[in-house]
DNA sequence: AAAAAAAGTTTCCTATAGGAAACTTTTTTA
DNA sequence: TAAAAAAGTTTCCTATAGGAAACTTTTTTT
């Protein structure tokens, strides 16, 4: 058979670079994404041939891209290897479309009433991904910059990449951290950060719901 | 063509209220989710057609469970109709039980050490945490110091704290990356990280299933 | 380093997906 | 409410997916 691509789903990798120049790199198929699960998984074609109960020759032309498997046959992979059928053609950041919130809106919802953050989102291109980074620039230093607790669904995972800050919550006492520090926390529970040291602090979040 | 059903991806739920009254929720096919979709958006199997280039039978056919189709049709379909792929055959609430969990916790690590890096575990006291961030010392200067590739299960975002890398990865190019960079891609692709700096690399990592 | 075994690919065939057009059903209009 | 138009289904055919087995390549064993 003449060599042939069925089809091209992933979108390119994203590289972000402090200066904020984006480099896309090339995308993914689903052979390659299927092999990368199989051989992860340290499975040979008979063996996945078994669990899916596919012909080892019908894996082989799926992985290589010269088949374009069928949803049923999309749904025995999923089912024998034990993997949500969406990895299959998926990169991590289109798997979970349900239950993502516009953290944008949070962001600068916050920033127009308060200027206490500075947010600047990483990883954009990329949809529907687990974790949400980003780096903010800690303007406020008191709760009363901002009036009220912040809280949203999920946890959140934060670093001090400059300067120094206090992580204020509803329900702990203040904690005091310093550059390369970390914390990780439910994010339902009312918490805000205030720069301590005289220029505003640099700090990473990430978020997942 | 005698009536058949080439996938059913879901069992039929059955909700039981106090009173012992049962009630059946239908499970989604991806024929009744496409014919959802379509009659949503107004739209007639001619249009669908059109914007989808695939054949007013095929879409009839689809609909009624009469074929699986192929996955080159699903992005055709998906891309047609202006929607992710998972619609097609995801239940829209798919709901995730998160329960409130264990609160704040100040990152102290726990290292771990292999020739290619030195892991220092952040939050190790939280358990049951939907990502799982860690700081790596990055020992490793070439693939070699790997012999294969590493690989897991779910996403990663990574983020460059002092030196600089290349990120080696099964399907892209290598991604050099410097101080303040960062990066987010699945982690079932085989990846690696090398230092290309004359001090070893510092990097954080924060992954999630 | 040759032989054997295992893993992977290709061939060849059958089953089924997908498209064009005929046919049927439903909706619109006179 | 009959005729016309539009929407949807089925038929029939071609293209392609999927399985069995032959073949090739890679790895292991002696």
């Known amino acids: 058979m003449s060599e042939q691509r069925t089809h091209d789903m992933y979108p390119s990798m994203v590289v972000e670079d402090s200066q904020n120049v984006t480099r896309t790199i090339e995308p993914i198929t689903i052979g390659r994404q299927l092999k990368a699960i199989r051989t992860a998984n ?6 996945a041939s078994k669990r899916t109960g ?3 020759s019908t894996l082989s032309k799926i992985e290589n891209e010269q088949i374009s498997p069928t949803f049923t046959v999309m749904q025995k ?11 299959l053609f998926t990169k991590p950041n289109n798997i979970r479309a349900t239950g993502r919130r516009d953290i944008t809106k949070i962001a600068q919802g916050r920033t127009h009433l308060t200027s206490t953050y500075e947010h600047e989102l990483l990883a954009t291109e990329l949809s529907n991904k687990k974790m949400m980074p980003y780096k903010s620039r800690v303007h ?3 709760f009363d910059d ?5 809280r949203h669904q999920g946890e959140e995972f934060m670093l001090v990449l400059e300067g120094e800050i206090q992580l204020l919550t509803e329900f702990y006492e203040p904690a005091s951290l310093k550059t390369g520090d970390s914390v990780y926390y439910d994010a339902t529970m009312g918490h805000l ?4 040291s005289e220029t505003d602090a640099l700090i990473l979040w990430v978020t997942a719901d």
Not at 42 to 47: A, F
Not at 82 to 87: D, G, R, Y
Not at 193 to 196: D, G, K, L, R
């Open 42 to 47: 340290k499975l040979t074609l008979e063996e």
């Open 54 to 56: 596919l012909a080892r």
């Open 77 to 87: 992979l999923a089912h024998g290897l034990n993997i949500e059928l969406p990895q």
């Open 140 to 142: 406020a230093r008191s």
């Open 146 to 150: 901002f009036g009220e607790w912040v």
């Open 193 to 196: 950060v205030v720069s301590t």
